[in-house]
């Protein structure tokens, strides 16, 4: 679970009340619910179950195709537009509890790699979805990237969201 996003912005997961990770600040998870611990031992181990995943990315250059045909690895700064294709798997109790006025309300953080670990630059990009909505393409102006690593990675409120995979951060290369 150490690659889980749950709690990813509070400490980490050290518990389960109520059906809910409790993160290491003491603030209750709002999409991981937890069952109980596996077996006695020293390290506390609960079992996870988020209930919204990411289930697909891509960076794309064009919105013509969902999912995008054609998925960059690198992006030459000076081109058009940079979209970062997003699709989320989340059930009808997922909509219910996490959006039940019916917008589900992310945050885009993109990050840049000095050589010393990622590191978040301006500000996160918000993004809703409507109720059953599962895709969305978000647009990164390209006068805002730099040469070198870039990571995308999304937020729901305590939590990084990651593929069933454990692939919570997504890369591209900028290039000049």
Request: a neutral charge; one cysteine or more; charged letters at 25%.
């Amino acid at each position: 679970m150490a690659q889980s996003g749950c709690c990813h912005y509070d400490g980490g997961v050290c518990g389960c009340e109520g059906g809910r990770a409790r993160c290491c600040d003491g603030k209750k998870s709002a999409s991981c619910r937890c069952g109980a611990p596996a077996a006695p031992t020293r390290q506390v181990r609960v079992a996870l179950d988020p209930l919204l995943l990411v289930e697909d990315v891509a960076f794309a250059d064009q919105t013509e195709v969902d999912p995008p045909a054609r998925r960059l690895t690198w992006f030459r700064i000076g081109g058009d537009r940079l979209w970062f294709w997003l699709s989320v798997n989340c059930s009808d109790g997922c909509w219910s509890e996490l959006a039940p006025d019916g917008s589900l309300n992310l945050e885009l953080r993109w990050l840049f790699d000095p050589g010393s670990g990622p590191l978040l630059q301006g500000e996160p990009q918000r993004i809703s979805l409507a109720r059953g909505q599962r895709a969305i393409f978000v647009r990164r102006p390209t006068d805002r990237l730099r040469p070198g690593q870039w990571e995308t990675e999304v937020r729901f409120d305590t939590e990084r969201l990651c593929t069933r995979k454990g692939e919570c951060w997504f890369p591209i290369e900028m290039r000049q």
